[in-house]
């Protein structure tokens, strides 16, 4: 904006400069100058913002230095708090990856969207998002926008409809596939609808043992899980370049990275600092016989693995200062779902990844789905800025065509709630109500409306002990750790979240919930 203005001032001076010689009775002269002045400003200043959107992968709601975090570096993203607006009670699109991600590309929360739990489509992919469903990607090339998408896409195999390169995106690079993103160290990832080998031979599972006879209190055991090509500095790489290439023109860049989600694979050289603080860090084996491919020091391969992502995200923001683009650029950056319910690979206790907050990753409970959400955009949202508005992922499509300023309307039905306002520093109203549903571990849905909170689980599974239609009942406004049930004590707006839950649901056929279906 401070280019815009000097810019602006240096040809108003000109202008006056080369008009006084021109002899006033000479109108037409006179009115020609002044529209080809006002039309060079206006070109200056009618470029639209850059837009680029960070999505973590299972980071928890106190993971970052900015949100509490005392064990784990993120100078980068704490500095990005510190340049924009950190919002407190930010809600992802669902408690996992897949479902999460399609509220966010469609605009849609989980009782209208597509995609509504994980599921996987062999030899490789989810179930794709229809063709018929607009994105956030598809917005933006509306407006004359670049795409792309940089990292772990999860919506759609490979050459379905789903496919990136069929939902707006003009270049992806990553992973296609949730399941192959369970290693970093794969031998290949795709560039737009190409595969791309990587120096990984072997490649490193996602899910491994330790070899048979090797003890696993002995650290070259683990050697076996280590890669030579890291596939997220790979994708780091391909994101700054498409940022390079594209800094004259408007663009958007989706970067959904894979971090901090297991297996636990890191580079050496980020491990090393952490290895030094000496934590009480007993390997993950696996002997239960589940989970990731293990690990000799879990507690310092997460924390790493969380500094490896704020380094991406600081080459990102760096870059954009270099081409002198940041006065020009919405920089949002957010995770899918909160910390991973795995302890013995994620130590959530001892990270204190979600703070008081009840559930994990998997659960509609605060834990599972409230996390980070900071935004940047000098100029325009005030540096060191909170934000205690209630916020989520379906939010976001209305938002940032409304931020961008574009002309073309939204057409489609949405379920966004517009923050601009918010952004800007501006009054706006609350929320009206958040509404979530999850088909997966044991069906859940929740409502948020003012202060309070509903919650139902195991809707799915029926029995002894497990009634769906139980509603609990929560303050949040006194009662953030979803303590004490007041269910009993006000009937009045369990019922009407009880309304609300069955009129935001839409049957599913891919994504049923039992009880409700």
């Known amino acids: 904006m401070n280019k815009l203005i000097t810019t602006i001032e240096l040809l108003t001076r000109n202008f006056i400069l080369f008009i006084q010689p021109i002899r006033m009775n000479n109108i037409q002269s006179y009115l020609l100058i002044l529209f080809l002045f006002v039309c060079s400003i206006f070109k200056i200043s009618a470029r639209k913002p850059n837009v680029i959107f960070i999505l973590a992968d299972d980071l928890g709601y106190n993971e970052l230095g900015s949100y509490g975090q005392k064990k784990i570096r993120t100078p980068h993203l704490d500095k990005l708090a510190k340049d924009g ?14 479902p999460s991600r399609c509220v966010l590309m469609t605009g849609k929360h989980p009782g209208h969207a597509f995609i509504r739990n994980n599921g996987e489509i062999k030899p490789e992919g989810q179930r794709p998002i229809p063709l018929n469903e607009l994105t956030m990607a598809e917005v933006f090339k509306k407006e004359g926008y670049t795409t792309g998408a940089f990292g772990k896409w999860g919506l759609g195999s490979p050459g379905t409809e789903g496919d990136p390169m069929n939902q707006g995106f003009d270049r992806f690079f990553g992973y296609n596939c949730q399941r192959h993103a369970h290693s970093y160290y794969p031998d290949y990832l795709w560039s737009d609808r190409e595969r791309v080998p990587l ?15 090797t003890d696993p209190q002995d650290p070259r055991s683990y050697e076996i899980f280590k890669g030579k090509d890291y596939s997220s500095d790979r994708i780091n790489e391909q994101a700054l370049k498409f940022i390079k ?54 507690r310092a391969a997460y924390a790493a693995m969380i500094t490896r992502m704020d380094r991406y995200v600081g080459n990102v923001v760096n870059l954009i200062e270099r081409l002198g683009l940041t006065e020009d650029t919405i920089v949002i950056f957010t995770s899918d779902n909160g910390t991973s319910h795995l302890k013995l690979e994620v130590d959530y206790d001892f990270f204190n990844s979600v703070g008081n907050l009840r559930g994990l990753k998997g659960s509609l409970y605060e834990g599972g789905i409230r996390v980070p959400l900071i935004a940047k955009w000098p100029g325009k949202i005030e540096a060191g800025s909170v934000s205690d508005q209630r916020t989520g992922f379906e939010d976001w499509m209305v938002t940032l065509h409304d931020l961008i300023g574009a002309e073309t309307p939204l057409d489609l039905e949405h379920d966004g709630f517009n923050i601009t306002p918010d952004l800007l520093g501006q009054k706006n109203s609350q929320r009206p109500m958040l509404y979530r549903e999850f088909s997966g571990y044991g069906g859940q849905q929740a409502v948020w409306m003012g202060k309070w909170k509903g919650i139902r689980q195991k809707m799915i599974r029926k029995g002894k002990n497990h009634d769906p239609l139980k509603i609990e009942l929560f303050d949040l406004s006194k009662d953030e750790s979803e303590s004490e049930d007041l269910a009993t004590k006000h009937p009045d707006v369990v019922n009407k979240i009880k309304n609300i839950m069955e009129k935001e649901h839409t049957p599913s056929e891919y994504f049923p ?5």
């Not at 607006?85 to 897949?98: D, E, H, K, Q, T």
């Not at 120096?199 to 006879?213: E, I, Q």
């Not at 919930?513 to 279906?517: A, E, P």
Request: aromatic share 14%; proline share 14%.
């Open 513 to 517: 919930i039992k009880v409700i279906d």
């Open 199 to 213: 120096k990984n031979n072997p490649p490193v599972p996602g899910h491994a043992s330790l070899a048979k006879g």
């Open 245 to 298: 290439k594209n800094k004259d023109k408007p663009f958007f860049l989706y970067y959904p990275t894979l971090i901090p989600h297991v297996a636990l694979h890191v580079p050496d050289e980020e491990l090393k600092p952490y290895l030094k603080l000496k934590w009480n860090d007993p390997p993950f084996t696996r002997s239960q016989g589940y989970g990731y491919t293990p690990h000799y020091t879990p």
């Open 85 to 98: 607006m950190r919002f407190s009670r930010n809600y992802s699109g669902n408690a996992v990856c897949a």
